[in-house]
Every structure is written in C-alpha cells, then in structure tokens.
C-alpha cells in the first residue's frame, strides 16, 4: 500500500540513534512517504527536515517537525505531520489563498505596485517550508517573494488545523 494511504499512526522512525544518549533521537522520520532526517539543533530541541520537487518544478516542498524540549515526536504530532505532508499542495494554495487577501489590508503597508502583484495570476510567494511543532501548531514560511514585508526571512501563514489563520512577515532569524 503506498505511503500516503497509510493512517496516520503508520508515520515510522528509522531506529538508528545516537548511542548511549539519554532520551536517544531517531535519525530519520517517514512520514506519507517523505523521509525526514534529524538535522543539527539546539540541544533543548529536536528538528528533523525533508523534502521533495514541487509539482510546479519550482524548487522543492519542505517540511520540518521540531519538539522542544528534544524528544521523539509523540503520536499526535506525527498525526499532523501526515496531514501537512498529505495535503501539502492544497495547504500551500490555501496559504497563497489567505495571503491574496489578507495582505491588502492597510497594516502591512504594501505600495500600490505591491497590491498589484496580488491581483497576478500565480502570486509571488515561493519556498514553501511547512514546519509542525509538538504543541500542535503549525506553519508556512514562504522564503522568497517579491514583497517588502518579506525581507529578510519570508512571509509566515500560521494555521489551526486545516485553515490559515495569520500571516506576518519574518524579520528575525528565529
């Protein structure tokens, strides 16, 4: 049965871990299909990361989960994991969706050139990078557009469950 028709408990851990560490981290997750290998971090964090092509051939689709404090993430965020991995297109349209709208308003102070570009067709947000953290939550960073607000670090969609629910944009490395 191919991975993304597995349930979500399916989600599995390569066991290779780090020997003789306590609370010992797997290297890499499978999560619908999609390897995530653990990459450096903070010691009071945990962070694996994978990717693939996106359909579009414009670049790839990332997707993270981070626990704090390190630990092997629990059942429900490899649940939500799934989804985001699962549904990852969709979310990601939906994302560009919420910012088509939601950045006309007058707090992000967008120029006029700006509030035209979300009129195109294929909005200028690129580098989706999903992240799901262990308390649940999850978001989009789009890491290239052509919007102020954008720079240095991206544009992040912040979502409860399925739907968008704020955007910012990243002006700080954390």
């Known amino acids: ?71 092997p993430p ?20 939906e994302a560009r969706r919420y910012c088509r709208t939601r950045l006309r308003e007058e707090r992000f102070g967008l120029t006029a050139e700006e509030v035209g570009l979300l009129d195109l067709p294929d909005l200028p947000l690129a580098g989706p990078e999903a992240t799901v953290w262990a308390d649940g939550s999850w978001a989009v960073l789009f890491t290239e557009s052509r919007f102020r607000l954008g720079d240095p670090y991206g544009i992040l969609v912040t979502f409860d469950g399925a739907s968008p629910v704020d955007v910012e944009g990243v002006d700080d490395a954390e």
């Open 74 to 93: 629990d059942e429900a965020t490899l649940r939500l994991a799934h989804d985001v991995v699962d549904r990852f297109d969709a979310l990601i349209a």
């Open 1 to 71: 049965m191919p991975d993304h028709d597995e349930p979500p408990r399916a989600a599995r851990t390569e066991e290779t871990r780090t020997p003789g560490a306590a609370g010992a981290l797997p290297r890499a997750l499978r999560v619908a299909g999609l390897v995530l290998s653990r990459t450096p971090s903070p010691p009071q964090l945990a962070c694996w990361t994978g990717s693939r092509p996106e359909p579009t051939g414009g670049g790839s689709a990332v997707v993270s989960v981070v626990t704090e404090p390190a630990a």
